[in-house]
């Protein structure tokens, strides 16, 4: 059974930094499109924030986290990282990993509906 675990969440103080990371079980993160999601309180979607393709291993990111945010793989641990540089008060949220069985369709790299598996998500506060 197909398994992500977030890591890494915890509280910082803005212009701080934080990396999360996501280990998958019975699953190879190599293989497959991964990427972050967040869920700020009050909000009903998750927004995406970066996701890496299998090959090769380019990034896209929101618009909201371009320039800060860096999704990274790495293979020894089957793991993908999110390093968080520069965390704003509205970076604060739950964070969740997730992974497409499937290529995305075109446009939709960072689109929720495109991802079937999904961690439980690790808390990210910013305070001011």
């Known amino acids: 059974q197909v398994q992500l675990v977030e890591s890494g969440g915890g509280s910082v103080q803005v212009g701080g930094s934080l990396r999360l990371s996501c280990t998958a079980f019975e699953y190879n993160t190599s293989d497959h499109y991964m990427a972050w999601f967040r869920q700020a309180p009050g909000k009903e979607e998750r927004e995406g924030v970066a996701a890496i393709y299998p090959t090769p291993r380019a990034p896209g990111y929101g618009t909201s986290v371009r320039g800060r945010f860096t999704i990274s793989q790495d293979s020894a641990k089957n793991a993908i990282l999110l390093q968080m540089n520069d965390l704003k008060p509205e970076d604060s949220a739950m964070y969740y990993c997730?992974?497409?069985?499937?290529?995305?369709?075109?446009?939709?790299?960072?689109?929720?509906?495109?991802?079937?598996?999904w961690g439980r998500g690790t808390q990210v506060t910013v305070s001011s």
């Open positions: 997730a992974s497409a069985k499937y290529p995305p369709s075109f446009g939709k790299l960072l689109a929720e509906a495109q991802y079937d598996y």
